[in-house]
């Protein structure tokens, strides 16, 4: 057998620790530094999936992708197709201890720039939001415990000590800017009369989606749909007001039979936002959101109609089904 070697975990993360490299000659405020660091992020994503088995990263579109990662042919790398950074992100979840929901947004996030710079005219890494330096690096020791590495054994010991730093320093300002909040947001509630509060009260309730069980969602799902997904609703952690906490579905698990033999698709959803018209609270992204106790993932259930799930042709046991009734009759008139 060959060795895959464009997917060789040891290789992956010898790339990644190169693009930290070049990362941190550059200052943290640069763009510079943020591009690096991302480009890396996916090597050492895709390090960590590998080391499990180099097929996983193999594209889902052709045949040989899956080959070359098992070993059984080798080929040109540049003419192999490897799996996209999401789905990378998703398998990470599942195989990776301890790679949550907060590792899981940071890296959503990451791809999400890392895509916008390279394929916009976007400049993606400047004025990154607050605290991303904190976040992106405890979804990085993950990664990097996974692979039986420390944080300084992919960025050197005195900048690993830095960023151990930059993450306590990123949480406690986090949690420090999410308090703020959340007392801004009380004293603008108590200020409401209750005719205005009343007022919002219904505009909130205008902007949800009916749900009939907080974890069920009516939409298909292969719909799209535009901005952060309804997860569920909760009270406002300023108001108690009933509002959406929305957010990302992250993986799909495959539909199934249930108790009541009916074909149920679950999906998870990771929270990346939560804003109250009564009194303008506006909580986003995870490590926000988690300060106020609503960073958990979130299961969505879906009841699937068995003729859309399998394709089924309904005209064709109508034809079926008209013919039966025309031979019925004949027999009858006999």
């Known amino acids: 057998m060959s060795h895959p070697t464009a997917w060789d975990s040891d290789g992956l993360r010898a790339k990644a620790t190169i693009y930290f490299d070049r990362a941190f000659g550059h200052d943290h405020d640069d763009p510079l530094f943020a591009f690096w660091c ?12 590998a080391k499990v088995n180099p097929a996983l990263l193999a594209g889902s579109r052709r045949q040989d992708a899956l080959l070359y990662g098992l070993g059984v042919i080798d080929a040109d790398p540049l003419q192999i197709e490897s799996a996209g950074s ?13 790679f949550g929901a907060a590792e899981q947004d940071a890296c959503e996030m990451a791809r999400r720039r890392r895509n916008a710079e390279l394929h916009s005219a976007i400049a993606a890494m400047e004025d990154l939001p607050r605290g991303w330096v904190g976040r992106f690096f405890a979804a990085c020791r993950v990664l990097g415990r996974h692979l039986g590495l420390g944080l300084e054994d992919l960025l050197g010991s005195d900048r690993a000590q830095l960023v151990e730093r930059l993450m306590v320093e990123d949480a406690e300002d986090v949690r420090r800017a999410v308090r703020q909040s959340l007392d801004a947001a009380r004293g603008r509630a108590a200020a409401l009369s209750s005719a205005a509060r009343r007022e919002r009260e219904e505009q909130a309730r205008e902007k949800l989606h009916p749900l009939t069980d907080p974890l069920a969602v009516a939409l298909p799902a292969r719909a799209q749909v535009a901005g952060p997904r ?17 957010g990302d579905i992250v993986a799909r698990n495959p539909t199934r039979i249930d108790e ?26 995870v ?4 300060v106020a106790g609503l960073g958990d993932p979130v299961t ?20 079926e089904f008209l013919r039966g009734l025309a031979e019925d009759s004949k027999y009858q008139d006999e």
């Open 86 to 98: 999401g789905t990378v992100y998703q398998l990470c979840e599942r195989l990776v201890d301890g």
């Open 287 to 290: 490590a926000e959101l988690a």
């Open 230 to 246: 309804l997860l569920k609703e909760v009270p406002c952690p300023a108001c108690t007001t009933v509002v959406g906490l929305r």
């Open 300 to 319: 969505l259930t879906e009841y699937v109609d068995p003729v859309e799930a399998f394709d089924i042709d309904l005209s064709e046991y109508h034809d």
């Open 38 to 49: 991302h480009l890396a992020l996916e090597q050492l994503a895709r390090a960590a999936v």
């Open 260 to 285: 009541d033999n009916q074909l149920v698709a679950t999906q998870v959803g990771v929270p990346g936002l939560l804003q109250c018209p009564v009194c303008g609270l506006r909580l986003e992204g």
